[in-house]
């Protein structure tokens, strides 16, 4: 081997990250230089971190040089390990950090109603993406990581999962397609380290959700992991759309179909406008191949942060035609969103009163309730049902409950 | 050196002055009389204006070992220290005790006259360049930081004699009556000023904009004015005002400040009468401003007053009636000048009313809820504002510690910046103590003293993720790890002094780095 073997990882001058350059030797251990925003406080740490990532990893003779701008030490490892990988193939797991939050198995029923996204390949943005009040987090190795960081991104994402609290936020990261050369490296780096949930992009059919699948229980049985992950297709061509239903019923692990605009619009050779007009019919069908499959449906995201007024009235349609959620590219977006999605008092006070008719006369041996004239059917009842349990985990319901509890001594 | 009341070593004596160590924040009694400035007679001011600042410098008689003052109202625009300390320089005097009540990046060339020896140290406040001088050593005496009451107070009562006074001002009259309402250096209130044109041995005002007498209103009165000169410019507008004082936009950091507003709202403050806060003009602080204002709103509450730092954001609240009264310190942009020059319920306040503890005009108490930052917090709620984790000595107290006397004192502050913790198991220097400090917000949490038991029940029911100061610091250091100590030297380089004149820490002698 010749002292020429050298690589590079990370970014250059980016706050919380690093760069790292990485040359292998046939002899002499690791000899490891440190230039850090933070190095009179941190020097010694960061060397430590460093040394152990490359014995870890294997790396027995090499020089070693950090650029640091104040990165955390599960950062530090991803970059060392992506520079490493980067020189060689490197044997076993990778440098793999402690696990910090056990979270439990994925839960398949929750609210979506905001599904924020952050670049994977940028450890400042992720790091506090479980502070914001959103349902989902969604750490996206696809279309915000460019080609050449791909491989990058995936450890960092790894390392991110193990190391930082998302809280009561589902995890959820965006894949490449299973067709590109990321999309199956992607999983097997994701998969075991406590991902709940794989946003596919660009799928188009029941096959793409087996794939997925398939890859996933293998990594599943391989780790003995012991619970199933689940799987969010992402809908953004036209033959996904008109595939959304076996889409949707193709497996037990789908959960919720999700539109994209920007892809769809391309594909179909539409321009995408602020009404969206061009997806109004692939948006209905897919809340209807969504809603047959029986899974969630999720609308794809609103561009302009600024625009307030816009997202609104943009979820308030989304809502209008059925869907449950929307992605989310800012975290001021998150709060019109749930406020959009929370049932208004008028509408929870309305199902209260159906539920109450319909088991008033359930009680008195009638099957047919009525509110004034109106009749109370099933579906009404249903969508009554739905609201409140929707109420109940939005905690808009607790005031009563408390009173209940109040009056009738704890007892139920 | 002996321990004070929270175990920091305090020396005994230094630089000749006896110190006496903090025992506690409200633990100092009044007594003692003020000092007083020489009687001056009606033939002693017959013409006071000068016809340069070198003529106006030659009339006060400034010797070897003297102590000269400054405000700091233009801030990073401020040309009236540099030029005064130069002229100083240049007639070889050296030995001067310089007592501003801040500076800033602007003043980095007064580190040429502290190697030069024309000051020997600082007394008041300083900021980046010359705090960084101070931390290696470069002053010849040991320097003494003071919050703006602090200040006050020490000049008040004799602890500093000011020989001389140099006031920069916006608007003056040839009496010596000024104020900073209009001009070309417009900078808006002017209180820090009060103190010295009350008690110095001869006071001078340097103005770029002369008046026909009278200039009103007098916010420093021409009676207390020896002598009054015509500069050019006495700062750069551009600089004394921010023109756009900018809410963050941050996520992390507007979270923080819609926790702050969460809180005031959740402890039932906003419910009681005549709600009054303070908050500042960082980032973070005019984002909470924009929380609390939605919140106002929405409940029909109205604030009885805001003690400012005005700004904009503080000024839409006052115009729209949220807010009735803004009791001004400090305007921090243009739209604050011109509120305080227009509107008779924007008033301007000095240390006096607002700040000392030597006093009974100190309506500080009387503010229901002040919102500070700060650079660290310990887990017994100590708070450091004036060194960096790594123990060079980079900030002023500015009001800090006088704000402590709010019915409840917050701060917000990011857990962690960049890899720094920002909660420790030690402050690196205190500012305040813990027994003041009453509720710490974060991005991951808020952390309530659990003194305040009183904030902990009025909290229950709140949806805010309350957690220990313990468990925030757990986090913040799970992700940083422990940084490592400053590298100090034995000397003692500052003296951090609490509100009534107490030491409550020093700042050491930092190391020269190779």
């Given at each position: 081997m010749s002292?020429?073997?050298?690589?590079?990882?990370?970014?250059?001058?980016?706050?919380g990250d690093l760069a790292v350059r990485l040359t292998e030797k046939d002899a002499g251990g690791i000899e490891i230089s440190v230039e850090s925003s933070v190095g009179h406080m941190f020097g010694q740490q960061i060397e430590k971190t460093v040394r152990e990532t490359l014995e870890?990893?294997?790396?027995?003779?090499?020089?070693?040089?950090?650029?640091?701008?104040?990165?955390?030490?599960?950062?530090?490892?991803?970059?060392?390990?992506?520079?490493?990988?980067?020189?060689?193939?490197?044997?076993?797991?990778?440098?793999?950090?402690?696990?910090?939050?056990?979270?439990?198995?994925?839960?398949?029923?929750?609210?979506?109603?905001?599904?924020?996204?952050?670049?994977?390949?940028?450890?400042?943005?992720?790091?506090?993406?479980?502070?914001?009040?959103?349902?989902?987090?969604?750490?996206?190795?696809?279309?915000?990581v460019s080609p050449g960081e791909k491989d990058a991104a995936r450890i960092l994402v790894r390392n991110t999962l193990l190391s930082i609290d998302y809280f009561d936020c589902e995890r959820i990261v965006r894949?490449?397609?299973?067709?590109?050369?990321?999309?199956?490296?992607?999983?097997?780096?994701?998969?075991?380290?406590?991902?709940d949930t794989i946003l596919v992009p660009k799928c188009e059919s029941a096959e793409d959700v087996k794939a997925v699948e398939k890859i996933i229980a293998g990594l599943e049985k391989k780790h003995s992991l012991g619970y199933e992950v689940l799987i969010m297709p992402l809908i953004e061509t036209a033959k996904g759309i008109l595939n959304a239903y076996e889409t949707g019923a193709a497996s037990d692990r789908v959960v919720a179909l999700c539109f994209g605009a920007e892809d769809f619009t391309a594909d179909i050779g539409a321009e995408r406008t602020k009404e969206g007009t061009e997806s109004f019919t692939a948006r209905s069908m897919l809340v209807l191949g969504?809603?047959?499959?029986?899974?969630?449906?999720?609308?794809?995201?609103?561009?302009?942060?600024?625009?307030?007024?816009?997202?609104?009235?943009?979820?308030?349609?989304?809502?209008?035609?059925?869907?449950?959620?929307?992605?989310?590219?800012?975290?001021?977006?998150?709060?019109?969103?749930?406020?959009?999605?929370?049932?208004?008092?008028?509408?929870?006070?309305?199902?209260?009163?159906?539920?109450?008719?319909i088991e008033k006369a359930r009680s008195e041996g009638s099957g047919v309730a009525t509110i004034g004239s109106k009749m109370i059917d099933a579906p009404i009842e249903t969508r009554a049902r739905k609201i409140l349990r929707l109420a109940e985990a939005l905690g808009l319901l607790e005031e009563e409950k408390n009173e209940m509890n109040g009056k009738t001594g704890g007892g139920s | 050196m002996v321990p004070n009341v929270l175990g920091r070593m305090i020396p005994e004596e230094i630089d000749g002055r006896k110190l006496k160590p903090f025992m506690g924040a409200h633990s100092g009694h009044g007594g003692g009389r003020k000092a007083a400035p020489p009687i001056r007679a009606v033939p002693d001011y017959a013409d006071k204006l000068r016809a340069s600042l070198d003529e106006a410098i030659d009339a006060c008689g400034i010797k070897d070992g003297m102590t000269v003052s400054f405000h700091?109202?233009?801030?990073?625009?401020?040309?009236?220290?540099?030029?005064?300390?130069?002229?100083?320089?240049?007639?070889?005097?050296?030995?001067?005790?310089?007592?501003?009540?801040?500076?800033?990046?602007?003043?980095?060339?007064?580190?040429?006259?502290?190697e030069n020896g024309v000051i020997s140290h600082i007394e008041?406040?300083?900021?980046?360049?010359?705090?960084?001088?101070?931390?290696?050593?470069?002053?010849?005496?040991?320097?003494?930081?003071?919050?703006?009451?602090?200040?006050?107070?020490?000049?008040?009562?004799?602890?500093?004699?000011?020989?001389?006074?140099?006031?920069?001002?916006?608007?003056?009259?040839?009496?010596?009556?000024?104020?900073?309402?209009?001009?070309?250096?417009?900078?808006?209130?002017?209180?820090?000023?009060?103190?010295?044109?009350?008690?110095?041995?001869?006071?001078?005002?340097?103005?770029?904009?002369?008046?026909?007498f009278p200039v009103f209103p007098w916010v420093i009165k021409g009676g207390n004015v020896d002598h009054v000169c015509m500069v050019d410019k006495i700062g750069d507008p551009e600089l004394i005002i921010s023109g756009t004082t900018r809410i963050t936009r941050s996520p992390t950091r507007q979270l923080i400040a819609e926790y702050a507003a969460r809180f005031v709202r959740d402890i039932g403050l906003l419910d009681e009468p005549d709600f009054s806060f303070q908050s500042g003009a960082g980032g973070i602080s005019l984002a909470f401003l924009k929380y609390l204002g939605d919140i106002m709103r929405e409940r029909g509450v109205v604030a009885r007053f805001a003690r400012g730092g005005s700004n904009r954001y503080l000024v839409d609240m006052l115009e729209e009636g949220l807010i009735e009264y803004i009791l001004d310190g400090q305007c921090f942009d243009l739209v604050g000048v011109r509120s305080l020059r227009e509107n008779q319920r924007h008033l301007e306040t000095d240390p006096f009313t607002s700040y000392c503890y030597h006093t009974k005009g100190n309506f500080a108490p009387l503010v229901k809820v002040g919102i500070l930052g700060g650079t660290e917090i310990d887990v017994d709620f100590n708070v450091n504002v004036n060194t960096h984790?790594?123990?060079?000595?980079?900030?002023?107290?500015?009001?800090?510690?006088?704000?402590?006397?709010?019915?409840?004192?917050?701060?917000?502050?990011?857990?962690?910046?960049?890899?720094?913790?920002?909660?420790?198991?030690?402050?690196?220097?205190?500012?305040?103590?813990?027994?003041?400090?009453?509720?710490?917000?974060?991005?991951?949490?808020?952390?309530?003293?659990?003194?305040?038991?009183?904030?902990l029940g009025r909290l229950k029911g709140s949806d805010l993720p309350?957690?220990?100061?313990?468990?925030?610091?757990?986090?913040?250091?799970?992700?940083?790890?422990?940084?490592?100590?400053?590298?100090?030297?034995?000397?003692?380089?500052?003296?951090?002094?609490?509100?009534?004149?107490?030491?409550?820490?020093?700042?050491?002698?930092?190391?020269?780095?190779?």
């Open positions: 002292d020429s073997v050298k690589t590079r990882a990370g970014r250059e001058g980016k706050k870890r990893l294997g790396l027995e003779n090499c020089e070693i040089a950090i650029d640091d701008m104040g990165a955390f030490d599960y950062v530090i490892m991803a970059r060392i390990e992506a520079a490493a990988r980067r020189l060689r193939k490197i044997e076993g797991p990778g440098c793999i950090p402690d696990r910090k939050v056990d979270y439990g198995p994925p839960r398949r029923e929750r609210l979506r109603r905001t599904r924020l996204y952050m670049p994977g390949n940028n450890p400042d943005l992720m790091r506090n993406g479980g502070l914001y009040g959103a349902d989902s987090v969604i750490l996206d190795l696809e279309d915000s894949i490449n397609p299973l067709s590109t050369e990321y999309g199956s490296d992607d999983l097997e780096m994701v998969v075991p380290y406590g991902v969504a809603k047959a499959a029986g899974v969630q449906v999720i609308d794809t995201v609103f561009s302009d942060v600024q625009d307030e007024e816009g997202l609104v009235a943009n979820t308030e349609e989304a809502m209008a035609l059925g869907f449950e959620g929307k992605g989310v590219i800012h975290p001021a977006q998150i709060a019109p969103i749930h406020a959009v999605f929370s049932p208004a008092p008028e509408r929870i006070e309305y199902a209260k009163k159906v539920v109450a008719a | 700091h109202h233009l801030r990073n625009g401020d040309y009236v220290v540099n030029m005064v300390v130069d002229k100083l320089a240049e007639r070889g005097l050296k030995d001067l005790t310089l007592v501003p009540s801040a500076l800033f990046p602007i003043h980095e060339p007064l580190i040429r006259h502290v008041g406040s300083m900021n980046g360049p010359v705090g960084r001088a101070c931390s290696l050593g470069k002053m010849s005496r040991a320097c003494i930081l003071r919050s703006h009451g602090g200040r006050y107070r020490a000049i008040q009562d004799g602890d500093i004699n000011i020989d001389v006074a140099f006031i920069a001002a916006p608007a003056a009259d040839h009496f010596g009556n000024c104020n900073g309402h209009s001009g070309p250096s417009a900078c808006g209130v002017m209180g820090y000023a009060l103190a010295d044109s009350l008690y110095a041995d001869k006071t001078v005002v340097i103005t770029d904009n002369l008046q026909p984790t790594d123990g060079w000595l980079l900030h002023g107290i500015g009001g800090f510690t006088d704000v402590t006397d709010s019915q409840i004192t917050m701060i917000t502050a990011p857990l962690l910046r960049g890899r720094l913790p920002v909660i420790t198991d030690s402050v690196t220097t205190v500012t305040a103590p813990g027994e003041v400090i009453d509720v710490l917000v974060t991005e991951r949490g808020i952390a309530v003293n659990p003194a305040r038991k009183d904030i309350v957690r220990t100061i313990g468990e925030l610091r757990d986090m913040a250091v799970g992700l940083s790890g422990i940084p490592e100590k400053p590298d100090y030297e034995e000397r003692v380089v500052a003296l951090i002094e609490w509100r009534d004149g107490t030491v409550i820490d020093t700042v050491r002698q930092l190391k020269a780095q190779t």
